[in-house]
């Protein structure tokens, strides 16, 4: 099928940018959107022009390094899917697709699609280290776990911090990835001793570092390659409202 | 407590600020509605409930004095909200799609400005410079009853209810979620209370300017 693709050319952070249209003749519909992305790389590159950057890793949707918007979509139009996951049967013959990177400004363009996403570190950073005994794995069943905590600990675990909740708020924030990353360690036994204190920290960096405020849209649950659900954001501001009301405030240098 | 103060420096701080007046407000709107509605029992009722009002001296002071408070600090958090959010983004999208949000919940602080403005207008009218026709200070029943006769000031008044009622919409469900009341076991209910309430909030109080103009209440 015939595809035209309007892409973001950047050369560089300080570089303004701009749209270019590229006309792609012959996608496979087995192909998947960074497969698509590579053959037109690999023409841009024989006619001595330079090829549009990307980020991409395991390209099996569980890593987090890919990531852009696809028509206006963060990670393109199929739900629960990461760019590398999504195939090219998903468009129309003849259609004229926009592709652009993950925008705010805590996450700066480098080049054409690529974003920097060290605030993501930066954030995971703020939350410190847990005081649980680490070393040889425990005996199996020293520390009893329901299951549904388990699972839900898990859920939260799944995200793979690539920033489409971040480029498909409304206000680039970041709430859905702090809370993930706040709530898989504050569900289980071992992430209990600074778990408000961890809140605090980390939602004071987010603030920091420019992201934006929660609204709750809802936008970012819904383009989450990983289905991680807003009502860890809720979980996140009961941890961070009772941590303002029962810690003791931290000197801003620790902040 | 003092994390309290520090943590208003964050945008989540400001959030629950929002929230927990907006929560305020929100039984502030229900309490006026609950006097209000009262004008469908005659007017010795109403007016009875306003010397009421009246006769409480302080209490009614330190009530209104709550509910300011409550109106500046939610403006205000909102302000600060609204030009963080916006330069949390300062290079927009070519093209964006949304797949979640609600017209109601872009708009807030567009139908929150709005009814701030009819709540100014609305002050004038019966507080402050009584403007109302006809006004007299001691019939409630009547002042309300003349304003609403008029087509203009019905028009004026159900449109704010309407831009209120999208403000509740969305702020209802927001103020639980930012207070952390929302979770696995709230998820069935938490998108219907929130249009639920507005709904008969918005009902209640558009009742009474349409029961004047249809000549029910007179």
Redesign the interface.
Same mark, same amino acid.
């Given at each position: 099928m015939k595809l035209t693709l309007?892409i973001?050319r950047q050369d560089g952070p300080r570089d303004k940018g701009k749209?270019v249209a590229y006309p792609v003749d012959d996608v496979a519909e087995d192909m998947s959107f960074l497969e698509m992305l590579d053959v037109l790389n690999e023409r841009l590159t024989l006619k001595g022009e330079r090829p549009v950057a990307f980020d991409s890793d395991c390209r099996e949707g569980i890593c987090g390094a890919c990531g852009f +918007?696809v028509?206006?979509?963060a990670h393109g139009p199929q739900k629960l899917t990461t760019a590398c996951q999504l195939f090219m049967r998903h468009f129309k013959d003849g259609e004229t697709v926009?592709v $652009?990177p993950f925008?705010?400004?805590?996450l700066p363009v480098l080049k054409d699609l690529v974003i920097d996403r060290s605030a993501l570190d930066a954030i995971v950073q703020a939350g410190g280290f847990i005081s649980a005994r680490t070393g040889s794995a425990p005996e199996a069943n020293a520390m009893l776990i329901a299951k549904p905590v388990a699972d839900?600990a898990m859920d939260a675990a799944a995200c793979i911090g690539c920033g489409a909740c971040i480029a498909?708020c409304? !206000?680039?924030?970041a +709430?859905l990835f702090t809370a993930a990353k706040v709530s898989h360690l504050g569900l289980l036994p071992q992430g209990q001793p600074e778990r408000r204190q961890r809140a605090?920290r980390m939602?004071?960096k +987010?603030?920091e570092l420019?992201?934006?405020?929660?609204? !709750?849209?809802? $936008?970012c $649950?819904?383009?989450c390659p990983k289905g991680v659900s807003?009502?860890f954001?809720?979980?996140l !501001?009961?941890?961070?409202?009772?941590?303002?009301?029962l810690?003791?405030? $931290?000197p801003l240098s620790n902040v | 407590?003092?994390?309290?103060l520090?943590?208003y420096?964050?945008?989540?701080?400001?959030?629950?600020a929002m929230a927990v007046t907006g929560a305020a407000l929100f039984f502030f709107l229900i309490g006026h509605l609950l006097g209000n509605i009262q004008i469908f029992f005659g007017p010795q009722h109403l007016n009875g409930y306003a010397a009421f009002l009246k006769s409480t001296g302080e209490i009614l002071w330190l009530l209104r004095a709550g509910v300011l408070a409550c109106f500046l600090l939610h403006i205000y958090s909102s302000l600060l909200?609204t030009v963080?959010?916006q330069?949390?983004? &300062?290079?927009?999208?070519?093209?964006?799609?949304?797949?979640?949000?609600s017209l109601a919940?872009?708009t807030?602080i567009y139908t929150g400005s709005m009814v701030l403005l009819y709540v100014i207008y609305h002050l004038m009218m019966f507080t402050f410079l009584r403007t109302g026709p006809g006004y007299s200070p001691h019939d409630v029943y009547r002042n309300v009853v003349l304003s609403f006769q008029q087509p203009a000031i019905s028009a004026v008044y159900i449109a704010a209810m309407l831009l209120l009622g999208a403000h509740l919409f969305?702020g209802a469900?927001?103020m639980m979620?930012? %207070?952390? %009341?929302?979770? &696995?076991g709230y998820?069935p209910w938490r998108r219907m209370v929130g249009p639920a309430v507005a709904a008969a909030i918005v009902a209640g109080y558009i009742s009474i300017p349409v029961a004047v103009l249809a000549g029910w209440v007179r």
């Amino acid at each position: 099928m015939k595809l035209t693709l309007r892409i973001w050319r950047q050369d560089g952070p300080r570089d303004k940018g701009k749209f270019v249209a590229y006309p792609v003749d012959d996608v496979a519909e087995d192909m998947s959107f960074l497969e698509m992305l590579d053959v037109l790389n690999e023409r841009l590159t024989l006619k001595g022009e330079r090829p549009v950057a990307f980020d991409s890793d395991c390209r099996e949707g569980i890593c987090g390094a890919c990531g852009f +918007m696809v028509s206006g979509v963060a990670h393109g139009p199929q739900k629960l899917t990461t760019a590398c996951q999504l195939f090219m049967r998903h468009f129309k013959d003849g259609e004229t697709v926009v592709v $652009e990177p993950f925008r705010a400004r805590a996450l700066p363009v480098l080049k054409d699609l690529v974003i920097d996403r060290s605030a993501l570190d930066a954030i995971v950073q703020a939350g410190g280290f847990i005081s649980a005994r680490t070393g040889s794995a425990p005996e199996a069943n020293a520390m009893l776990i329901a299951k549904p905590v388990a699972d839900r600990a898990m859920d939260a675990a799944a995200c793979i911090g690539c920033g489409a909740c971040i480029a498909a708020c409304p !206000n680039a924030s970041a +709430m859905l990835f702090t809370a993930a990353k706040v709530s898989h360690l504050g569900l289980l036994p071992q992430g209990q001793p600074e778990r408000r204190q961890r809140a605090l920290r980390m939602v004071a960096k +987010m603030n920091e570092l420019g992201f934006g405020g929660c609204s !709750n849209h809802g $936008e970012c $649950e819904a383009a989450c390659p990983k289905g991680v659900s807003i009502d860890f954001i809720a979980r996140l !501001n009961r941890d961070y409202l009772g941590g303002s009301l029962l810690e003791k405030p $931290e000197p801003l240098s620790n902040v | 407590m003092l994390a309290v103060l520090t943590s208003y420096r964050t945008l989540l701080g400001k959030k629950g600020a929002m929230a927990v007046t907006g929560a305020a407000l929100f039984f502030f709107l229900i309490g006026h509605l609950l006097g209000n509605i009262q004008i469908f029992f005659g007017p010795q009722h109403l007016n009875g409930y306003a010397a009421f009002l009246k006769s409480t001296g302080e209490i009614l002071w330190l009530l209104r004095a709550g509910v300011l408070a409550c109106f500046l600090l939610h403006i205000y958090s909102s302000l600060l909200v609204t030009v963080a959010n916006q330069q949390a983004r &300062p290079q927009g999208y070519a093209t964006k799609r949304s797949l979640e949000t609600s017209l109601a919940a872009r708009t807030m602080i567009y139908t929150g400005s709005m009814v701030l403005l009819y709540v100014i207008y609305h002050l004038m009218m019966f507080t402050f410079l009584r403007t109302g026709p006809g006004y007299s200070p001691h019939d409630v029943y009547r002042n309300v009853v003349l304003s609403f006769q008029q087509p203009a000031i019905s028009a004026v008044y159900i449109a704010a209810m309407l831009l209120l009622g999208a403000h509740l919409f969305h702020g209802a469900w927001s103020m639980m979620h930012t %207070l952390g %009341l929302s979770g &696995p076991g709230y998820k069935p209910w938490r998108r219907m209370v929130g249009p639920a309430v507005a709904a008969a909030i918005v009902a209640g109080y558009i009742s009474i300017p349409v029961a004047v103009l249809a000549g029910w209440v007179r």
